[in-house]
């Protein structure tokens, strides 16, 4: 059975760092599409930062880039989403999810893309 359990999230202020965990089982990974995305309040979710099954390529939404950083660590089964600079408008619902055939080029994949999730971790950044 394939589970995703994110991790990580609280409340920082402006400006601070917090790293994301998804620990995957009931599949493998590395040959898996897998993204972070966030849905703020009323607003739609939005693919983050994605990482392309084997290749390991990855991509980022215009308003992170420069401050996040995807990585997928095999042996643990785990991707890692690190938040570095963090701004009130990063303040969402952040999801990992992952697919066995979305294309991750030039940006993330659709939601609807992606097959399998997890229930989310909240992000606050607040002074």
């Known amino acids: 059975q394939v589970q995703l359990v994110e991790s990580g999230g609280g409340l920082v202020q402006p400006g601070g760092s917090l790293r994301l965990s998804c620990a995957a089982s009931g599949f493998t990974p590395k040959y898996y599409a897998i993204g972070w995305f966030r849905q703020a309040p009323g607003k739609e979710r939005e693919g983050v930062a994605c990482i392309s099954a084997s290749e390991d390529r990855t991509v980022y939404v215009d308003s992170v880039k420069g401050r996040f950083t995807i990585s997928r660590d095999s042996a643990e089964s785990t991707v890692y989403l690190q938040m570095n600079s963090l701004k009130p408008e990063d303040t969402a619902v952040y999801y990992c999810?992952?697919?066995?055939?979305?294309?991750?080029?030039?940006?993330?994949?659709?939601?609807?893309?992606?097959?399998?999730w997890g229930k989310g971790t909240l992000v606050t950044v607040s002074s």
């Open positions: 999810a992952a697919d066995r055939w979305a294309v991750v080029v030039g940006g993330c994949p659709t939601s609807a893309d992606m097959d399998y």
